[in-house]
């Protein structure tokens, strides 16, 4: 007997979505859900397509997931086509199988069943669907949650899709983000000859002790929510290749993944007091690409591990560790976000597989969880 949350799985990694790329995703779950008596927004902004669904009135919980995927990568490294799914030994390959059609076919599935089981059920289910997470993530769930907040529509409770399991189905669930900012900084010299040094100011011997400072610093511990801020050097370029010239300019890109004790303004302000200190020549342009968010303890999170307990027989750890995902645009919404999906193991990564016992377990806790807090 086939299983009904596999078989959407499949004919989801069927369809090569390929970041922002839908690629007809969305026409199947929105059939499915139509199909069910939810009612269904289209949201398509610029290349990318949304749309936002709902089922009763009144207190919301919403899924979110997002249908496109990131790039195969080499295809002559996987064992099986990336956008054939198959099963083997008891996974599903494929790529999207964790990261997240699986998820998206366990919401899916799950929804069916509920209202399946409780057609006038008391408050609303809801869907917010994207296909531009994975790239740019301009056109996507940021859209979509600015369209709703404009007319003022409710969301009490989210629940993301995105993997977060680590070893065993549910053992982790992400109640929030750090915040992630990325610097660019040009620090400038003057080109010349090595032989004269007297005659050029080489930015590289300048940009040293600041870079020392920069990676010693201990920007905070973190509390107790959150992992202690920590800052990366990305990229950094100088040189023209010669081994006789003294380079103009220097370029190096830093990232910040940042804890609640600290804010966007005070890391740009520290960091430009040390190139001020430092006697820098310098341009230097912040992209802050997330604030950190957190759902502290609460009707979604006790849901949540309640139903991973029943399901699986033990308790998930909380945790705000990892990237970013498109929960830190939810939460501005005032709800409530809480990610739960698959074993992350194989995202992003060759042979991406999603254990087909998991896969059908997922299904069962998204829908333990709607019966908790939809009643
Ligand atoms: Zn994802």
């Known amino acids: 007997m086939t299983c009904p949350v596999i078989e959407l ?30 009612t269904i927004e289209r949201m398509p902004f610029g290349d990318t397509l949304n749309f936002w669904a709902y089922h009763g009135t009144g207190t919301t919980f919403a ?40 998820s998206l076919a366990a919401m899916v599935v799950a929804a069916e069943r509920f209202v399946e089981a409780n057609p006038d059920h008391p408050g609303r289910l809801a869907f917010l669907i994207t296909s531009d997470e994975e790239a740019s993530a301009t056109n996507g769930t940021v859209k979509v ?35 992630s900012l990325t610097a660019s900084l040009t620090i400038h010299g003057i080109q010349g000859h ?3 040094p007297q005659l050029a100011d080489n930015p590289i011997h300048h940009s040293l002790p600041f870079l020392q400072e920069l990676v010693n610093i201990q920007w905070d511990n973190g509390n107790e929510f959150f992992p202690a801020t920590s800052m ?38 520290r960091v430009e007091d040390m190139l001020k200190k430092h006697n820098l020549k310098y341009d230097i342009d912040w992209w802050l690409s997330g604030q950190p968010f957190l759902t502290c303890k609460g009707e979604l999170v006790d849901a949540v591990v309640d139903s991973i307990e029943q399901c699986c027989g033990y308790k998930p750890e909380i945790s705000t560790s990892g990237g970013t995902s498109d929960g830190r645009f939810i939460a501005k919404m005032g709800a409530q976000v809480v990610e739960l999906g698959p074993i992350n193991a194989t995202i992003h990564k060759v042979n991406e597989g999603i254990s087909v016992s998991d896969l059908q377990k997922l299904s069962l806790i998204y829908q333990r969880i709607m019966e908790q807090l939809i009643k």
Request: hydrophobic content about 35%; overall charge neutral.
């Open 232 to 269: 990366q050097i990305a990229n950094i370029q100088a040189g023209t290749g010669s081994n006789n010239v003294i380079p103009g300019k220097l370029w190096v890109q830093f990232n910040f993944r940042f804890s609640t004790e600290l804010t966007d303004t005070e890391i740009r302000q």
């Open 9 to 38: 799985a499949q004919q989801l990694i069927k369809h090569p979505s390929v970041s922002p790329d839908d690629q007809g995703c969305q026409d199947i779950l929105i059939q499915r859900l139509r199909h069910t008596g939810f």
């Open 145 to 179: 949650v600015e369209t709703l907040m404009s007319r003022h529509e409710r969301l009490d409770y989210c629940l993301v899709g995105e993997p977060s399991s680590h070893q065993r189905l549910g053992d982790i669930i992400k109640n929030g983000r750090r915040g």
């Open 194 to 196: 090595v032989a004269y």
């Open 63 to 102: 899924f979110a997931g997002h249908t496109d995927v990131v790039p195969a990568g080499d295809t002559s490294k996987w064992q099986t086509p990336p956008f054939d799914p198959v099963i083997r030994d008891g996974m599903l390959y494929g790529r999207g199988a964790a990261d997240m059609k699986g």
